[in-house]
């Protein structure tokens, strides 16, 4: 199985790990542009929220199941 | 520069290895995030031996696999024994001033072990996972640049990743490409709202004021722009580490306890199940001084056991015997060559009951009781052929299947003896939010 993703490069070495990056490489997102949310958010994009009753009702879930005590 | 190095330990609960760019996610969720990694070094292969948060915090913290420390569930019978190690108290021992900007020990009180401050603005929630990045790092910043005169040693736990994904209004408009979220013909997700955590979410935060959240891709959408604004937080720690003189002799540890099922395996977005999704986790370490080898990438497995080992190491402090991860500060320092584990076996005991063993090929998953999702008891997967763990393979190699059932049988039973335990603690727990589930009536 090849662990390494496609472009990298892999060290010769004497162990059982064949393919493993030890050289550093530039990283995707170095080339790539990073959007910025739209200036008017779309309308259908419905933006939920939590309330502080939500928060309760999840809290009160949570402990219900053992998750907090 | 002092000569002991200071330590911020991050975790980014429920942070999915492959939706950060550096794991190469398609969408540009983690600009900052990926830049920490160019500068510093990121494991391919980080695998949590047990899975949730308070499992998978009690291996980070105690260097140990959850079969040793007892914690294998949320809500479960066992408790952390005293006598455990306990890397923030050691560190404290050690002369570190140590100081937690945490909600774990409003959970489980060892949690709150060895910190000499523990800052917690989730007190203003009803609920503590909603704290946020900015409340967090609000107060971690101001202790930095106030209160330590030494090395210190600080663990930040942030939740902006774990359901409910609410992330800020601002990020509206990212990460989704759909046409109608709330559209009620769309039914994908109606197997979910059986789900308790489902149920949770459909009666709170995916409720909005165009109706109830159902497109799964929108959900996602959520998740990924939860990224986006803890990646801006990562940002923010950072610059103040810079500003302040501190950054080059300070370890940024980035990690996270466990990943998140979007609707893999139709585990909807929420963190069991076995699979790479959910045990394989992302970890960068950043530390400018330390001369680490910056900008690789390490591939060999590695456990969350071996966090604790290598910070002591890098604090040049002795290990405890009772850990049992392996340091690997030196192949991050480009002195060793990259080694690992062979292979890797964890547990859930949560919402399933389950252990897995992974090795560079196959994954095979045994239940200890039948799942709540109906899958089989024993799963077997081809990662090579089938990376998404989509095809169980075990009925079609049954020998591969009973030799990895054998050697993990073999490794606990072996284990167990070792530490003079006579009971499975999976078989013993269960699956304890399942049963708490199904003794409400459900």
């Known amino acids: 199985m090849d662990l390494v993703p496609a472009g990298s490069v892999c060290y010769r070495n004497k162990s059982r790990y064949r393919h493993m990056e030890q050289k550093p490489r530039k990283d995707v997102s170095e080339d790539r542009a990073v959007p910025e949310p739209p200036a008017a958010p779309p309308p259908e994009d419905p933006a939920p929220a939590m309330g502080p009753e939500d928060e309760a009702l999840v809290a009160e879930r949570l402990r219900e199941l053992g998750y907090i005590e | 520069m002092q000569e002991k190095p200071n330590i911020i330990l991050i975790t980014a609960d429920s942070l999915r290895a492959n939706h950060l760019g550096c794991y190469q996610y398609p969408l540009p969720t983690s600009p900052h995030i990926d830049k920490l990694a160019c500068e510093g070094v990121l494991c391919e292969n980080m695998f949590a031996p047990g899975i949730p948060t308070q499992p998978s915090h009690t291996t980070i913290f105690t260097g140990q696999h959850p079969v040793t420390h007892g914690v294998v569930a949320h809500g479960g019978k066992a408790r952390l024994t005293r006598g455990s190690p306990w890397l923030p108290e050691i560190l404290f021992e050690e002369g570190y001033t140590t100081c937690a900007v945490d909600t774990l020990f409003r959970e489980r009180i ?103 959240i159902r497109d799964p891709k929108y959900v996602t959408a959520l998740y990924d722009r939860e990224i986006r604004y803890l990646d801006e937080g990562i940002a923010a720690l950072k610059d103040t580490l810079e500003q302040q003189g501190m950054a080059e002799n300070t370890i940024i540890w980035l990690l996270a306890d466990h990943g998140e099922s979007m609707t893999d395996h139709r585990i909807c977005y929420d963190h069991y199940g076995l699979y790479d999704c959910t045990v394989r986790v992302p970890t960068i370490v950043h530390w400018p001084a330390g001369k680490l080898r910056a900008g690789s990438r390490l591939a060999p497995f590695r456990q969350l056991s071996d966090v604790a080992p290598t910070l002591l190491e890098a604090t040049g402090t002795l290990i405890p015997e009772e850990m049992e991860g392996q340091s690997f500060l030196q192949q991050l320092q480009g002195q060793e060559e990259p080694s690992g584990y062979d292979r890797v076996i964890g547990l859930e005991s949560t919402w399933q009951a389950k252990y897995y063993l992974r090795n560079s090929q196959y994954k095979f998953i045994i239940a200890r009781q039948p799942d709540l999702l109906g899958n089989p008891d024993r799963e077997l997967y081809d990662l090579a052929a089938d990376p998404g763990e989509d095809h169980n393979i075990a009925a079609e190699q049954p020998q591969l299947a009973a030799s990895m059932e054998a050697e993990l049988e073999g490794w606990l039973a072996d284990k167990l003896q070792a530490l003079g335990k006579t009971k499975d603690p999976v078989k013993e727990e269960g699956a304890v939010a399942e049963s708490i589930w199904r003794g409400h009536g459900k």
Request: proline share 9%; net charge negative.
């Open chain 2, 110 to 212: 060892w949690f709150g072990r060895g910190y000499e401050y523990i800052l917690d603005p989730s007190l203003r929630h009803m609920f503590y996972a909603s704290v946020t990045q900015e409340e967090l790092n609000d107060r971690a910043i101001h202790w930095i640049k106030t209160v330590p005169k030494g090395p210190f040693f600080m663990f930040i736990h942030y939740w902006d990743v774990h359901y409910p994904y609410v992330p800020p209004e601002r990020l509206r408009g990212l990460f989704y490409d759909g046409t109608n979220p709330t559209d009620p013909d769309n039914h994908e997700l109606d197997e979910w709202w059986h789900h308790p955590i489902g149920a949770m979410a459909r009666d709170t935060w995916l409720r909005t004021s165009n109706g109830l």
